[in-house]
């Protein structure tokens, strides 16, 4: 899928001409890290992919394999200074992570060493080459916990309720102290529950896997009133590209979503309405540890400098219910019509 980002990409043109710009993309072959690099691409970068492929894929990059270098590479065992010796870059979108909250309660050490430590390890190489190019980390609404502020803006507290929250809240302190010490350019991106073509796990890929076994019955963690801002993949892609090209890039901190909410509720009977099932809901009544009840969020931030959500709920499902459909051969619709 070739997302829709032509007046977005112009606007970051705007500020940053991304036109033979060297990009290297961290965790490029991943969910939004592939999409990412499809517009980038698009506008003209040169753009280099690491990645080790423990959750990102060749075939996500299949489109544009032709146009990019991609190298195989664990980050963690990196040795940044030699690296960007031979490969200079003027842009770092830096999105190799472990993005998933159950990993990070079940070892705290994995989550800690991917998405903390081997972020210092590369803001420490690029404050000792005193890089004067543009960097996005990529971190998440989970370093807010349970938020007692709806909508959230960046400005609420921190207080993350599991390791990976604490992993991203510690990696963007430490940007944000770097980026005034050092006087390096640098922000960090929150995104807010991103899903779309790519993504195999997290809520809605679950629930599509959930009614593919099962057409009667569709399984959902609590009791549905669980409050979400879906985020569609492709405007997360694009917000890394318009902060690069139009933030301030003083070590601050954007909040990236769609600016609405949704319960797991209204999910689950989207995705049921798209697929043509009428499946009983079974509810667990409990949340799995480590998950917020409510993440809604303030985007006035972002939107200052340009960002506007392109993909409403709805259009995302349905283009993300079709790449379902490809990738395992589902067919509800047809099914259901017989």
């Not at 980002?5 to 890290?33: D, H, P, R, S, Y």
């Not at 569609?232 to 601050?252: I, K, Q, Y």
């Amino acid at each position: 899928m070739q997302p829709n980002g032509g007046n977005i990409v112009t606007a970051a043109q705007q500020e940053l001409n991304w036109t033979g710009a060297k990009v290297l993309v961290t965790g490029g072959a991943g969910f939004i890290g592939s999409h990412l690099v499809e517009l980038l691409v698009a506008a003209g970068a040169q753009v280099t992919v690491l990645d080790n492929f423990a959750s990102g894929s060749r075939d996500n990059l299949a489109g544009v394999m032709d146009a990019i270098t991609l190298r195989e590479t664990d980050i963690r065992r990196l040795d940044w200074q030699e690296y960007l010796t031979e490969h200079p870059a003027d842009v770092i979108a830096h999105l190799a992570a472990n993005a998933y909250v159950p990993p990070s309660v079940e070892d705290p050490a994995f989550d800690c060493e991917l998405n903390f430590q081997t972020t210092f390890r590369l803001l420490d190489a690029l404050r000792a080459r005193h890089w004067p190019g543009r960097l996005v980390f990529a971190s998440s609404a989970a370093v807010y916990g349970n938020s007692v502020h709806i909508p959230i803006s960046e400005d609420d507290p921190t207080v993350p309720i599991s390791p990976y929250g604490v992993g991203k809240l510690a990696a963007e302190r430490y940007l944000a102290v770097f980026a005034q010490l050092y006087g390096l350019n640098m922000a960090s991106v929150r995104f807010f529950s991103a899903f779309g073509p790519r993504q195999r796990k997290q809520v809605v890929f679950d629930l599509l896997a959930k009614l593919d076994r099962d057409h009667e019955r569709l399984f959902i963690h609590g009791d549905g009133t669980q409050v979400r801002d879906f985020l569609f993949v492709g405007d997360a892609a694009r917000s890394v590209m318009m902060v690069a090209a139009n933030a301030p890039l003083r070590g601050e901190v954007y909040n990236v979503g769609a600016g609405r909410e949704y319960t797991i509720d209204q999910l689950a009977k989207s995705l049921c309405s798209i697929t043509g099932l009428t499946p009983d809901f079974d509810y667990s009544g409990s949340n799995r540890p480590g998950d917020p009840e409510k993440l809604v969020v303030d985007i006035s931030r972002l939107s200052a400098i340009g960002y506007a959500p392109l993909t409403d709920f709805d259009q995302g499902l349905t283009s993300t219910v079709a790449w379902f459909e490809s990738l395992t051969g589902a067919s509800w619709r047809r099914r259901t019509q017989e």
